[in-house]
Nanobody, 126 residues
Framework: VQLQASGGGLVQAGGSLRLSCAASEPTYRTYTMGWFRQAPGKEREFAAAFRWSDLSTIYADSVKGRFTISRDNAKNTVYLQMNSLTPEDTAVYYC????????????????????WGQGTLVTVSS
């Protein structure tokens, strides 16, 4: 599968952005889908994902309550709605996929995702 991330940009602190990840083929019940981010000078970290088992969502503590992952299966697209952004959210955001299931306890492990989008830069100004 090929993933195309978009929607990044410059936003003021407290603002919102919605990122999109368009897949080249259907991902519903086929791929585990997630979002990761990499801030300047830091390692890439998990942000959000859909659990394979029941398609419920899981978030990193740093974004919980502010970010929402969602999907439109008809468009083969996964979204990341980001609200109440802070400068600490500045990063390149990547969507990622793995064909099949990732067990819930390992869903935050980037090494288990096989396919990555090109990344979209989000810059939050103070």
């Amino acid at each position: 599968v090929q993933l195309q991330a978009s929607g990044g940009g410059l936003v003021q602190a407290g603002g919102s952005l919605r990122l999109s990840c368009a897949a080249s083929e259907p991902t519903y019940r086929t791929y585990t889908m997630g979002w990761f981010r990499q801030a300047p000078g830091k390692e890439r970290e998990f942000a959000a994902a859909f659990r394979w088992s029941d398609l419920s969502t899981i978030y990193a503590d740093s974004v919980k309550g502010r970010f929402t992952i969602s999907r439109d299966n008809a468009k083969n697209t996964v979204y990341l709605q980001m609200n109440s952004l802070t400068p600490e959210d500045t990063a390149v955001y990547y969507c990622a996929a793995r064909k099949g299931r990732i067990i819930n306890s390992q869903i935050m492990s980037e090494s288990l995702y096989d396919y990555w989008g090109q990344g979209t830069l989000v810059t939050v100004s103070s």
